[in-house]
T-cell receptor, first 113, second 116 residues
């Protein structure tokens, strides 16, 4: 079964600084990769997804992620963080032909003024 | 605004109560999901319905009973819960039940359940 690891439990960045959140996946075939964001007390919102093609994918709110098969990674980046980006970020991996999407443990982002 | 609507937003119930959580989507999605999320943890899959049939049951205790009356509605019936069942219960839907390809999950805002 597929799995995903987010090595960083908590990251703090200053407003305006760049951001990179790490995600590593494990799956024997081509994975389907997602990043979701969750604000306190809310559901999860899809930021971006990767299925195939261009390994650099653009998402909403100025986020992008790069798929690197050789490193089994799908890291999320943003050039300049805004205070409203403070939230929990989940990387998720899905497999072809099943509905079993697995989430990483999440990374909590704090933004300093 | 979310396109997946969950009611109620908050629920407090005793261990002998019977209650139900409700979820509704009108995006034409044919797969619907229940996830359980404890504080500071990722969502954990409980059930998946594909074309109104239960396709995945992640060994969830029988005190949780899902129901999918039609393609737009998903219920979770609760009975004799334990305090450790207190959590945020998230409903989600996706377009294609046969594959997560091309089918990201759309989540509701959840029901915050407290079992006393």
């Amino acid at each position: 079964a597929q799995s995903v690891t987010q090595p960083d439990i908590h990251i703090t960045v200053s407003e305006g600084a760049s951001l990179e959140l790490r995600c590593n996946y494990s799956y024997g075939a081509t994975p389907y990769l997602f990043w979701y964001v969750q604000s306190p007390g809310q559901g999860l919102q899809l930021l971006l997804k990767y299925f195939s093609g261009d390994t650099l994918v653009q998402g909403i709110k100025g986020f992008e992620a790069e798929f690197k098969r050789s490193q089994s990674s799908f890291n999320l980046r943003k050039p300049s963080v805004h205070w409203s980006d403070a939230a929990e970020y989940f990387c998720a991996v899905g497999a072809y032909n099943n509905n079993d999407m697995r989430f990483g443990a999440g990374t909590r982002l704090t933004v300093k003024p | 605004d979310t396109e997946v609507t969950q009611t109620p937003k908050h629920l407090v119930m005793g261990m002998t109560n019977k209650k139900s959580l409700k979820c509704e989507q009108h995006m034409g999605h044919r797969a619907m999901y229940w996830y359980k999320q404890k504080a500071k943890k990722p969502p954990e899959l409980m059930f998946v319905y594909s074309y109104e049939k239960l396709s995945i049951n992640e060994s969830v205790p029988s005190r949780f009973s899902p129901e999918c009356p039609n393609s737009s509605l998903l219920n979770l019936h609760l009975h004799a819960l334990q305090p450790e069942d207190s959590a945020l219960y998230l409903c989600a839907s996706s377009q294609d039940s046969g594959s997560s390809y091309n089918s990201p999950l759309h989540f509701g805002n959840g029901t915050r359940l407290t079992v006393t």
